[in-house]
């Protein structure tokens, strides 16, 4: 699923499920995560992190993935609404 935009895509593997998500709202994330007071959420930063320097595909560990749905359980700004339902939707289909 493609979160937004076309250019700079980021892809990310939580729970076994892709989500592509533009650079602006992955290093919007990323801001997010890194006043995060939580290891889980440092941890989260620095994978984020390391998929915007690298274009690779990042998978997120359990606490890393709690983080993010932490993160986007009331999204700062509309432009992450998107990927809260994008990662709801891969938590969903983990628990089938």
């Known amino acids: 699923m493609l ?15 892709t989500v592509s998500a533009t650079t602006g709202v992955v290093a919007r994330l990323r801001e997010l995560a890194e006043a995060g ?12 992190d390391r998929a915007l320097r690298t274009g690779a595909r990042v998978s ?6 709690r983080a993010l749905s932490k993160l986007l359980r009331a999204p700062a700004d509309e432009e992450l ?3 809260a ?6 938590a969903e289909h983990r628990l089938r």
């Open 3 to 17: 979160v937004t935009g076309v250019c700079g895509v980021v892809e990310i593997d939580i729970f076994g499920q």
């Open 37 to 48: 007071r939580s290891n889980s959420a440092r941890d989260l930063s620095l994978v984020l």
């Open 60 to 65: 997120l560990q359990r606490g890393e993935a």
């Open 81 to 83: 609404a998107p990927l």
């Open 85 to 90: 339902q994008a990662v709801q939707a891969a």
